[in-house]
């Protein structure tokens, strides 16, 4: 094993450079930078396999059983990394821009109906693209990109981390109307977060900042939220 993961460190060790130089001169539709790095991203894979055993894979080749189903944005800024180390088969991952249900409705009702995840967790993130949208003048957008930004209520003209909060609760209100008899019998828990990379709410630089608990959003009272009971038996074996 150690040697695994030495040799997937000798590998990312060798790529790394490459990558953050290309992603901080990338520009838009070049197709070279693409195929470059296309190439990273199969070296990147090569590192992962190294660093996992074949049981590993053979776990995950047998099924899901996600403990959270997540929504949130397709913001290229926000990935699973930065709240949780080993999301495979942890989380159900639901990405649109704006992190909404109304857009993305039956992939989150599979995560919760049929995978029994037990936690839904809706992560909004700070210097949104689709709450600035969202809150300015979008008509000359494409349609269908209209069509999704019409589903987000947010006040025109807000702070965008203001903006952000807002269609966090909003998104949690419409989970808790969705899967109210989950949420009655202790069955889900429904989370609202944001994710602060641009500490807007002056918590700390990307910290998730918990904000709605089954529609709570006093501070204080979610800080001494009890823990309820957990069933004796959920069906996943977290690795």
Do not use: W
């Amino acid at each position: 094993m150690f040697k695994k993961q030495l040799a997937a460190m000798v590998v990312a060790a060798v790529f790394v450079m490459p990558m953050m130089a290309q992603a901080s001169d990338h520009h838009a539709g070049d197709a070279a930078i693409a195929r470059a790095y296309i190439k990273e991203i199969q070296a990147d894979d090569t590192a992962y396999i190294a660093a996992h055993d074949s049981a590993f894979f053979k776990k995950l080749s047998e099924g899901q059983k996600p403990r959270a189903t997540v929504v949130t944005c397709s913001d290229s800024r926000v990935h699973t990394n930065a709240f949780d180390k080993t999301p495979e088969g942890d989380l159900f991952m639901v990405r649109n821009i704006g992190n909404q249900l109304a857009t993305a409705k039956g992939s989150v009702q599979y995560g919760v109906n049929h995978l029994g995840s037990s936690l839904l967790l809706i992560i909004g993130h700070s210097s949104c693209g689709a709450i600035k949208a969202a809150g300015g003048d979008y008509s000359s957008l494409e349609e269908p990109i209209k069509k999704e930004l019409d589903t987000i209520n947010i006040t025109k003209g807000s702070a965008n981390i203001d903006g952000v909060k807002t269609n966090v609760n909003n998104q949690v209100d419409a989970a808790l109307k969705e899967f109210a008899d989950k949420v009655k019998n202790n069955e889900l828990l429904v989370v609202g977060s944001v994710y602060d990379f641009a500490d807007d709410m002056k918590q700390g630089a990307g910290k998730l900042n918990i904000i709605n608990i089954n529609g709570e959003t006093d501070p204080a009272k979610i800080r001494n939220m009890p823990a309820p009971a957990a069933k004796a038996e959920h069906g996943h074996e977290h690795h």
